[in-house]
């Protein structure tokens, strides 16, 4: 199939380029390279920089690699920036979505892959782990972004007959993490942990999260390409872990003796989380594979061999 990936050039977007071209699709990555890196794109996939809110330049592209699937990863996707300036997050993700969405209208493209997020999606729940069902309920404009492309992507699925997955990701995590444009903690800890600064942790650190590896989310990407059905899934671990957790199981993968500073808790961003992915595992045939200390020991070779 032909493909089209908006943010290939990105951290997940790169690894899902990877998982369809061995698989033998042909790939066009859209990129702006704000955080995305034009190093991560597979050789064999063709390249055009472009902003998803630049509707002239998408169309082009459009035009020219005529898609039969779209998989949209290109995206706004820090929440501290999103609590910052509500305005932008909203120009990317949703403005963004919209230019996306509309010409998967306009050239007939068959589906419309989309990574939401379900870290940020259910608020606090009251029943962990999360499933689909869950009420959305955003404590962040990253999250309410997210939530409302949803209903523009089934909007437009139903308007215009195009088919549609939803994957909604855990914290993704692993080799080629931006430590800077995309915020992970996993990643800021390893860039941290080499550079000999402390890594900060906001609150009390028993905040929880569900940390997914990015290899296990480029195969759900990859099995939602061939899916005959529409459907909306959880992309996690089902496994609460704290910063906590994370700063002491990086402790004992890298040997090293580190510093940890706490500092006051950030806006936005929810208590506990974790997903319920039985419907991914029902429908997708997909469950995570890559076990938390595996994927910190993988994640954390690559960072250290990024430096050396």
């Known amino acids: 199939m032909r493909i089209i990936v908006t943010g290939g050039a990105g951290f997940i977007g790169s690894w899902v380029c990877e998982a369809y071209i061995s698989e033998g ?5 859209i990129d702006n390279l704000s955080t995305g890196s034009e190093d991560n794109i597979p050789p064999e996939a063709e390249f055009v920089e472009c902003d998803v809110r630049d509707l002239t330049g998408l169309e082009k592209a459009f035009r020219q690699f005529r898609p039969e699937v779209v998989n949209h990863h290109a995206a706004q996707i820090n929440v501290r920036d999103s609590v910052e300036n509500p305005s932008f997050d909203a120009d990317v ?3 963004g979505s919209l230019n996306v969405l509309r010409l998967c209208a306009e050239k007939k493209t068959e589906k419309f892959i989309f990574s939401s997020t379900g870290g940020a999606l259910y608020g606090e729940p009251e029943k962990l782990p999360a499933d689909e069902s869950t009420p959305a309920l955003p404590l962040s404009p990253y999250g309410i972004s997210k939530l409302s492309t949803e209903h523009y992507v089934r909007y437009h699925s ?3 007959g195009f088919g549609y997955v939803i994957l909604r990701y855990a914290n993704v995590y692993g080799e080629r993490q931006n430590p800077e444009g995309e915020a992970g903690v996993i990643g800021i800890f390893c860039e941290n942990i080499i550079s000999g600064k402390p890594c900060l942790i906001f609150g009390d650190g028993e905040q929880t999260r569900d940390y997914v590896h990015v290899s296990d989310v480029s195969r759900a990407n990859l099995l939602a390409a061939s899916l005959e059905e529409e459907g909306t899934f959880n992309i996690g671990t089902s496994v609460e872990s704290s910063v906590n957790d994370i700063a002491s199981i990086l402790g004992e993968v890298t040997k090293t003796e580190f510093e940890t500073v706490h500092e006051k808790e950030r806006p936005g961003e929810v208590r506990r989380i974790s997903l319920d992915c039985s419907l991914a595992a029902d429908r997708l045939g997909w469950s995570a594979q890559v076990a938390l200390r595996e994927g910190l020991f993988r ?10």
């Open 299 to 308: 994640t954390w070779n690559w960072f250290s061999q990024k430096r050396d």
């Open 93 to 95: 993700n949703i403005g």
């Open 158 to 160: 139903k308007s215009h």
């Open 25 to 29: 699709h042909e790939i066009l990555v």
